[in-house]
C-alpha cells in the first residue's frame, strides 16, 4: 500500500505546442486570431488602475456578465462567466453529468471532453460521425446521462445547422439529460443553438472570447442557458473557488465586447483568408472539408499528413496533427493572416516538389 494508490490519475489534455518566447515561428496549431484584440482593449490597459488589484475582484462577475447578457439579448441570470470556455465546460460536466448512464459525444472532437469525463470519472459512450464527419443525430437518442456537442465541430471545422432543427431534435429527444453545445467556434459562420436557450430547459450554450475576439490570453468564456442551469453552475463554481475572474479579465473583457465594429471586421478577414486557403489546398489536391470555424481541416494526396506536418514544423510553420484513428491522414491548420498563409501555401508547393 502506498499514498499513490489513492492518487486520482489520468491522462491530461495535451494542448498545442507554444513555441518559446522569442522563437520566430508562423503559429497555425491553436487556432488562435493572428489580429491583435479591439484597439480598446489596448486603450483600457494602457491607463489599468494597478492599485485595484489589491481588492477581490466580484465574486459574481457581474460587470462583465451583465455586458455579456446585454449583448446576446439575455438575462443576468441566464449567463455564467468562467476562466476561458474549458472552465466553463469543466463545471458544466461537474454540474450536470452525475448520473450512472454514460454521456454521450462523438469520436471524432474536442479531445478535452474524454478528460473532463475521465477525471471526474464519468462514464461515456463514444458515437462516429458519419463518413463526411458529420454526427449522425438517431446515435443520440439512446438513454444517457447527458450529451456534448461542439458545434461548428473542432478538429473537423465542421457545422450542423445548416439546418436549425438539427441540434433542436437532439435537444427535444433528451428532455432528462442536460445538452452542452461547445460554439467556440460559432463566430466564424455556424448557426448558434442559442435560440433554444428560451424554449428548452436543458440546453447549455458554451462560447469563448479565445478565437473570435482574440482573447486566448486573457481568459474568458461564458454559457448561457435557463436560469435554473446557471445557478446549478454557480453553485458548483462557489464551492470550489469563488473569484474565478480577475479583475482584469472582466475590465477588459468589457472593453472587448463594447467594438461590434472590430469584431465583425476581423471575423470577416478570418472568413475571407480561410476561403482562399481552403481553394488553394483544393487545387493541391488536399481534400479540406466546409470550415465554418477560423481553421482548415485538410488530408494531402501523395504524402502522409504526418510528412506533411514534419516538414512544416522544419520550416517554421506550426500546425496540428493527430496520431488518432480516422484523422491520421489530416491536418487541422488554423487560419492566419494572408501573408502567413501565403507562406504556408508556399511552403507546401516547396514540400510537394520534394
Ligand atoms: C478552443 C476551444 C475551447 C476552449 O477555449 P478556451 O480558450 O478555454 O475558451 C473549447 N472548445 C473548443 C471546441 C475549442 O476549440
Not at 486566448?216 to 453553485?235: E, T
Amino acid at each position: 500500500m502506498s499514498w499513490e494508490d489513492n492518487v486520482r490519475t489520468v491522462l491530461p489534455y495535451v494542448p498545442g505546442e507554444q513555441p518559446k518566447d522569442g522563437q520566430k515561428v508562423i503559429k497555425l496549431n491553436t487556432n488562435e486570431m493572428p489580429y491583435p484584440p479591439s484597439p480598446k482593449v489596448a486603450e483600457a490597459l494602457s491607463h489599468y488602475d494597478a492599485n485595484s488589484l489589491r481588492l477581490y475582484p466580484a465574486a459574481d462577475v457581474a460587470p462583465l456578465r451583465d455586458a455579456i447578457a446585454r449583448y446576446h439579448g439575455k438575462g443576468s441570470d441566464e449567463v455564467f462567466v468562467g476562466v476561458g470556455s474549458d472552465d466553463v465546460l469543466s463545471v458544466a460536466f461537474l454540474t450536470f453529468f452525475n448520473s450512472d448512464k454514460p454521456i454521450l459525444f462523438p469520436d471524432i472532437t474536442y479531445s478535452f471532453y474524454d478528460v473532463w469525463a475521465d477525471v471526474y470519472r464519468i462514464p461515456y459512450e463514444i458515437r462516429p460521425l458519419d463518413e463526411d464527419f458529420h454526427i449522425v443525430k438517431s446515435d443520440y437518442t439512446a438513454p444517457n446521462g447527458g450529451i456534448v456537442i461542439a458545434n461548428p465541430n473542432a478538429p473537423t471545422g465542421v457545422s450542423e445547422m445548416d439546418d436549425v432543427r438539427f441540434i433542436e431534435d437532439i435537444v427535444a429527444a433528451n428532455p432528462d439529460s442536460v445538452v452542452i453545445v461547445d460554439e467556440a467556434y460559432v463566430d466564424f459562420g455556424g448557426v448558434s443553438a442559442l435560440p433554444l436557450t428560451e424554449k428548452y430547459d436543458n440546453v447549455l450554450v458554451v462560447r469563448t472570447f479565445s478565437k473570435s475576439r482574440a482573447f486566448a490570453g486573457m481568459r474568458i468564456g461564458y454559457a448561457m442557458g435557463n436560469s435554473k442551469l446557471i445557478k446549478y453552475m454557480n453553485d458548483v463554481k462557489y464551492s470550489i473557488n469563488s473569484y474565478t475572474m480577475n479583475r482584469p479579465a472582466i475590465d477588459l473583457g468589457i472593453a472587448a465586447l463594447s467594438d461590434n465594429a472590430y469584431f465583425e471586421k476581423t471575423v470577416s478577414a478570418i472568413i475571407k483568408t480561410r476561403q482562399w486557403t481552403i481553394g488553394e489546398l483544393r487545387k493541391r489536391g488536399f481534400k479540406v472539408t466546409e470550415s465554418k470555424t477560423n481553421f482548415v481541416f485538410a488530408s494531402p494526396e501523395d504524402i502522409s499528413a504526418k510528412e506533411m506536418f514534419a516538414k512544416l514544423r522544419e520550416r517554421n510553420i506550426y500546425v496540428r496533427w493527430w496520431d488518432k484513428d480516422r484523422i491520421r491522414d489530416w491536418l487541422r491548420i488554423s487560419v492566419g493572416t494572408d501573408g502567413e498563409m501565403q507562406t504556408l501555401i508556399d511552403a507546401v508547393d516547396d514540400i510537394m516538389r520534394g
